[in-house]
Every structure is written in C-alpha cells, then in structure tokens.
C-alpha cells in the first residue's frame, strides 16, 4: 500500500511564507485607481534601482562626487545624479505625470503632452548624500498630487505648490540594512504602510499595516544636529535641555529617513529648526517636510515647523513660495512635540 499523502490545507490555508503581498498585488486590491497603480508601480521599480545602485556603489566606482552643484546650492554626488535620472527616467516613462520636481534640478519638468498624465510628484532621490561614500543610510522621499484640473491638457508649477494637505500619497524608502518602502495613501484608511525588499525575488513585500507611534511616545529619544544649538532659539534650547535633563537619549543618523523612521517605529522626536543663520532652515517643504509630516500624523504623530514666519503653523499647512522653499521640521512623538510647542508659548 502506498504511504497516504499529506492532506493540503485549503487555499486559506497557505501561510504567509508562500503568499506574497508584494506591491503590485497590495496595490490592485487598495486603489481602483489604475494610473495611480502604474504611477506607484514605476516609484516602486525606481526604488528598487536606486536601491541596487546604493548596493553596488563600491564595486560600481559610484561613490564620490558628479562635480556638479545642484538645486540648493549642494555637491552632487555621482549617486545622486544617477538615482535622479533613474527617478525621472521611471516617472515620466508611467505615463501618469504632469509635473516632476527633483532636488536635483533647477526647474521643474513639464512633461511632454503625449506622456503626460493627472499627477504631479515631487522627489528628493537620494536623501542624506552626505552618508552616502560612508555606506550609511540614505533614502528617497516623495510626494505625489493630483493635477489642479486633471482633465486640461496644461501644466504648470502651480499644480504642485500647494500645501501638504492636498498630498495623494506621501512615501519614502530607506536604503539601510534592509531596503524598506513605507507609503500613506492620504484615502486609505489602513494608514501608513510597511514594504520590504525581498532581493532575491527583486518584489517589495507587505509587512506591516497600519503602522503608529508608540502609544504614550515610545522611547525617550530626540534627534537633531546638535553642532548647529549655537545658531537655535531659547525654546529649541530649552526643549532639549528639558530631553536631556529627563534622561532621553540622543540619536541622530543625519539621514532624514532613518532618523524619521526610527521616531515612528520608536518613538520620540525628530528636529531641524530654523536657526539664526537659517530662518527657513535646512529641508525642503515639498520632497521632505511635506511628506514626512503627512506620514507622521497618519502614524498618530505631529509635524510643525515650531514658530515660523510670525507663527507656530502646522507643517501641512504650509504653501511653498517655490519648489525648493525651506521650512524648519519638528515632527514626532505627541508627548515630545508638545514639550517643544509649550516652550514656544511659554515664550510669547
Ligand atoms: P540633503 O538633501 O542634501 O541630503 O540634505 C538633507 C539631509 C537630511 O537627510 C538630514 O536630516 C539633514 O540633511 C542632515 O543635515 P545636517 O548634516 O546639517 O545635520
Ligand atoms: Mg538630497
């Protein structure tokens, strides 16, 4: 007699390990938007070339700089330019684009009729170049609108200098140990959104939904560029002296995604104020205030620029004055935000 078979489980059954949520398939079943589909099919794909490019950078002879100068005034790096074309080459090729904008270029690309599509992205491609020849983390951040009028055939910078409230997804991927892509549909009520890349499949899989800041704010952690605190106002001063004197510890990868990252999957807060030299600050509002806000409050946090032009604003609300404006960021944990919003309001 022949040995009976294993009895297979129904298709329910299959577990996790066999059944992959990759990004094409998480996408299908959480947009009926087919060129939003295509649109974040292509940013997933560029991903995943930066991330191959950041990999094999070493052996590539990719480290180093391009001899270049880009659109705030920054070296480029060789790394930056190539994740810049690779961007670009991706976005304006998915046929759902109107309008990019890339840290790395001057002006924003108005993309050709035929091409074109209903969004409009704007994208820093390779953030934290300065960790890039020491092989530490960097990261793409993007943010993605829909057209003011998406049925007219004309686009302009107007469409994408808006404020972040109008985002349709914010995203961004980190190239750390692992390569991860975390996303917020501004609809979905599922939230912000974890991908890994499995490089042996070359797919990013779904690994956590709905993700939030520790409740109560997580670890005692705050993060920013202490070299600059001779430049800060008395309340960034006071704040993180007040962290300081409670024990928090300090951490700071100088690579905006993993220092944000780490805040949300930990707690915590992260900060790059406006200082004396620096009334708008360092970042970016499009390519990196704007979405990284709009993922830490979908995660239960807050983003805000502290005091800012005459006011403590909530960053979201922001309207950039062009595609490079700067604005001071000060997003995290509500525990720790909130310390650093009472310092101000002590202050008035
Ligand atoms: P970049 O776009 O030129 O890479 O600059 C942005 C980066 C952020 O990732 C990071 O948070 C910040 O600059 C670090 O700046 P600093 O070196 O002044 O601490
Ligand atoms: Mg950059």
């Keep these: 007699m022949p040995e009976a078979r294993t009895t297979r489980g129904s298709v329910e059954d299959v577990s996790a390990e066999q059944d992959f949520m990759n990004l094409g398939r998480w996408l299908m079943e959480n947009t009926s938007d087919k060129e939003l589909t295509v649109l974040m099919a292509q940013l997933g794909l560029a991903c995943k070339a930066t991330s191959r490019a950041c990999a094999k950078a070493g052996i590539a002879g990719l480290f180093g700089l391009a001899g270049e100068v880009n659109s705030t005034g920054d070296d480029q790096k060789k790394l930056d330019v190539l994740s810049d074309e690779i961007f670009v080459s991706a976005l304006i090729n998915s046929g759902a684009c109107a309008v990019l904008v890339s840290e790395e270029r001057d ?108 409740p109560g704010g997580g670890k005692k952690i705050y993060s920013c560029n202490e070299g600059n605190s001779c430049n800060w106002d008395a309340p960034i001063l006071d704040a993180v002296a007040q962290f300081k004197a409670e024990g928090y510890s300090a951490r700071y990868v100088g690579s905006m995604v993993s220092d944000v990252h780490r805040t949300i999957l930990y707690g915590g807060i992260y900060i790059y104020p406006a200082d004396k030299k620096s009334a708008k600050g360092k970042l970016r509002v499009l390519y990196e205030g704007f979405p990284m806000a709009l993922i830490v409050e979908t995660a239960g946090g807050i983003g805000s620029t502290g005091l800012f032009q005459g006011k403590v604003q909530r960053m979201l609300d922001l309207v950039p004055g062009s595609i490079h404006d700067r604005c001071p960021v000060i997003l995290g944990s509500p525990r720790d935000v909130k310390l650093v919003l009472s310092k101000y309001e002590a202050g008035n």
């Design 107 to 214: 002006e924003a690309i108005i993309v050709p009729e035929e091409k074109a599509g209903r969004f409009c992205v704007a994208f820093d491609p390779l953030d934290g170049s300065s960790n890039i020849d020491c092989n530490v983390s960097t990261g793409t951040i993007f943010a993605v609108y829909e057209k003011l009028h998406p049925d007219s055939k004309d686009s302009s910078e107007a469409d994408i200098l808006r404020t972040g409230t109008d985002i349709v997804v914010a995203g961004y991927c980190m190239y750390g140990a692992a390569t991860e892509l975390v996303l917020c549909f501004r609809s979905n009520d599922a939230g912000v959104e974890r991908f890994s890349l499995d490089p042996s499949l070359g797919e990013f899989i779904h690994t956590h939904t709905a993700v939030k800041i520790p």
